[in-house]
């Protein structure tokens, strides 16, 4: 047996010890892969896809290769520390520290390589799917059909060659040969429980609910002027409540006998305490890539709702037509001739409505303001099947502005409120009601009036003739192709909301896709990191239960036991992160004043329901192996 | 060959922690010493110390004339692959390799051509009566194979001084009397030195020379001179001479 057989012995022989470390790393490659797979489509080198989003795709790359070095690195340094006793007895039979890290390197090497090639073919294997998603996500003209990506397979296998080459190296000279009694006895050995302070853990409450109050209270352009600190004011004040404030709690809980000495409470405390320092940066580290990965995917989420949905309230008919101010009432008819022209083109069969809206004078509102007919309104109500109005002859119904406008200063409500409306007889009319409508082409707010009294307001400002077009349900494509042909032709007057998103969300696609991509890879490493915590301790649970069991544990108790360790392990960071991700994407919606609440809470939702669903499959494994060990 | 000058270990911390003071000890080569006391009583600590796996607080710790403690440290894995010899109570075997691989780890290390390796582990080996086993894994075979294997590991590159620490402790009488015998015949036949800790009086009888601690400190020591039985039946009155009792002296040590 030479050295180099060894070192493979160890690897291939240990299958279980390696395999974790060996499937994080196997995923990152994966991860990696099929974003190489999506990258190099041959698709996207015609020109078809943006500069700019080809230029998104680079730095994405380059984000995830980043971030798999940190991960890969991370995975291998908490491996290593797992077998800390046996590097103390290949020192006692004379290994040298330089043949430990040679050691080391040769297994990375190993096991880098092997989980470059499995990754390259899981991911070939998983290419078609994520392609297809690609294609649905990113609405792109070519289809991305499966290609052999063979750039691709050069790229990522070079660069993962690399970073395991470099972090082997890297790994092997930072692993110190502490004192060979330490190695040897590195089981038995706590890192202690992390100083707390009262003090601390006070600062560690206070800069939280600061930063909350501050993401919460800011509204408007200032959320983006509080991010930054507010940003690291709750990362110092995260890595306070896990290293102090858990601690400190701990310590209490532990100190209350009532509670510490209640059943298997003890045995659940005294591990907490056991390996707080451990766990402590692992819940940081954790909690922050999460919260990173949900509110990256919330905002893009809602950020992309905010566009489409924004638009779509404030534009419920398929086709509006608006001429620009001072065209000509010929031109305008001859326009709106060319709409229905261009409609019948494309077959798409829709209800017209026109109207002639009439701007008032009214201080301080540059264009005037609309006062519309109650019959206009009803007319144009009736084809998106809304509610009719009714005002009396001496009333005015007010309509608040639209939701899309962001709102500076006074709502159009209030503004509209103090202007008052005065007929040619002196009448003044009465404001009974507001309402919210999307109805009229108009965002800026306006008056409806009864018709009987619209002859008596005086002169309009101007007057601009409308139209707008309902297509009938089932035609997305012919009023895609229509809007097209609309937009080109009547730029600006005609505006098609089918089209209009259709663009939307071919420019967002790769940006969305980019950042679930990155979102999910910052949140399964997350889970990564739980899973080699969690791992990391199971040979000391088995010695710990094991003994535990030998005094009278039922299995239950030790189910018990374990589930709380380990659902704390899972919950909390993940909490912490829930309740990060929901300030950050409420400051979000404040700041676009925009309600995100159903987009936050699928989003965070989605986490969570997956997080409880990784706990039972890993919960389950880890009863199994200490049920297995423990044989009660 | 061993010599030990002025030994003191201080266990740094809350609570410092003094496990041996003063110790002058001198081990001949060729020589079968056992070292026994009371639990806590430093026997381990002493080990380690001669095997440079822990350091002394203050003292030297001379191997023919050379201290291993001032070795650097490629010099220092050298000298333990090389000079030193290990056997533990719980075996320490690597479950990763079979019995054969366990036994040449040491030569591995050392570069030695795998040849040579094989020639040497298949006579250790027979010598040991474990050449049946050598192509088993270490969670296939049992106690005392395991501690014969950990045994040809210690011995495979000709050791100057061999150290076990409990050897027996885990083994049943019968494996424990063949392991002794074992060490014995390492002992005479290869003028091996071999310096065993013990709480086994029975264990300790093997040896030619019972040196007893206590508290850190040496207490005293008994030659073997006549029978094997005397022998025994003098360890067993020091041991009560020392003011312990037999009971004291548990079979597992903490």
Known sequence: ?632 | MLQLQNISKVYEGKVPFRALTDINLEVEKGEFVAIMGPSGSGKTTLLNIISTIDSPTTGTVLLDGKNPHQLGKNELARFRRRELGFVFQDFNLLHTLTVEENIVLPLTLDGVRVKEMKERAEKIAERLGISSILKKRTYEISGGQAQRTAIARAIIHGPKLLLADEPTGNLDSKASKDVLEMLVSINKQDKTSVLMVTHDPQAASYSDRVIFIRDGKLHSEIHRGESRQAFFQRIIDMLSLMGGEGRDFSAVRV
């Open chain 1, 1 to 632: 047996m030479t050295f180099r057989q060894f070192a493979f012995n160890q690897v291939m022989r240990n299958k279980r010890l390696y395999m974790a470390y060996f499937l994080s790393s196997l995923f990152t490659v994966m991860v990696f892969f099929t974003f190489a797979i999506f990258a190099f489509h041959p698709a996207f080198r015609d020109g078809a896809v943006h500069r700019y989003v080809l230029f998104g795709m680079s730095v994405a790359g380059g984000i995830i290769y980043v971030f798999s070095f940190f991960f890969v690195l991370y995975s291998m340094s908490s491996f290593l520390h797992s077998r800390k006793r046996e590097f103390g007895l290949l020192t006692v039979l004379g290994a040298s520290s330089s043949q430990i890290r040679r050691l080391v390197f040769l297994e990375n090497i190993l096991i880098g390589f092997l989980a470059t090639v499995g990754g390259i073919v899981t991911g070939l294997i998983f290419a078609k799917a994520i392609l297809l998603i690609a294609e649905n996500v990113l609405i792109i003209e070519e289809s991305l059909d499966f290609y052999f990506p063979t750039l691709a397979i050069i790229v990522t296998f070079v660069s993962f060659m690399i970073l395991f080459f470099c972090i082997s190296l890297f790994v092997s000279f930072v692993l110190r040969t502490n004192k060979l009694i330490h190695l040897i006895k590195s089981d038995k050995l706590s890192k202690g429980e992390p100083k707390s302070s009262l003090w601390l853990a006070v600062l560690a409450a206070f800069l939280l609910l600061a930063g909350y109050g501050t993401a919460l209270y800011v509204k408007g352009i200032q959320v983006v002027h509080a991010m930054v600190p507010v940003i690291v004011i709750v990362i110092i004040g995260t890595y306070l409540l896990f290293t102090q404030l858990s601690v400190y709690i701990i310590r209490r809980l532990k100190s209350n006998k009532n509670i510490f000495w209640r059943k298997t409470n003890m045995l659940l405390f005294s591990d907490l305490s056991f390996r707080m320092k451990d766990n402590a940066r692992t819940f940081f580290l954790v909690a922050i890539i999460s919260t990173v990965a949900f509110s990256a995917i919330g905002s893009l989420f809602g950020f992309h709702s905010y566009l489409t949905k924004g638009v779509k309230e404030a534009n419920p008919y398929s086709f509006i037509y608006t001429p620009l101010q001072r065209t000509g009432e010929k031109e305008i008819l001859e326009e709106i001739k060319q709409v229905d022209a261009i409609l019948q083109e494309e077959h798409v069969s829709a209800k017209k409505e026109t109207a002639v809206f009439h701007y008032f004078e009214m201080a301080g509102r540059h264009g005037g303001v609309l006062i519309a007919k109650a019959s206009d309104y009803n007319r144009f109500a009736a084809l998106l099947h809304k509610d009719p109005v009714f005002p009396k002859e001496d009333e005015a119904i007010i309509v608040e502005q639209s939701h899309v406008m962001m709102y500076q200063g006074k709502k159009a409500s209030e503004i509209l409120l103090e202007n008052p409306l005065r007929l040619e007889n002196g009448q003044v009319l009465r404001f009974n009601r507001i309402i919210e409508s999307e109805v009229l082409p108009e965002v800026n707010g306006y008056y409806i009036v009864n018709d009987e009294i619209f002859d008596q307001l005086g002169t309009p400002l101007r007057s601009e003739i409308n139209a707008v077009w309902q297509a009938a349900g089932g035609q997305k494509e012919q009023v895609i192709e229509a809007g097209r042909k609309l937009t080109e032709q009547l730029p600006i007057k005609t505006f098609s909301i089918d089209y209009a998103l259709y663009e939307i969300n071919k420019a967002y696609g790769p940006i969305l896709f980019i950042g679930l991509f990155i979102g999910i890879v910052f949140f399964v490493s997350a889970g990564s990191f739980l899973y080699f915590r969690l791992f990391t301790d199971l040979d000391a649970d088995k010695e710990k239960f094991r003994s535990v069991a030998k005094i009278g544990l039922a299995f239950s108790e030790l189910k018990k036991v374990v589930n709380r360790q380990t659902a704390l392990l899972f919950f909390a960071p993940i909490a912490v992160a829930l309740v990060h991700g929901a300030v950050a994407l409420t400051a979000l919606s404040r700041m676009f004043d925009y309600d995100l609440t159903a987009e936050s809470a699928f989003v965070l939702g989605s986490f969570a329901v997956i997080q409880i669903i990784y706990f039972l499959i890993v919960r389950f494994f880890y009863l199994k192996q200490l049920k297995k060990a423990v044989a009660v």
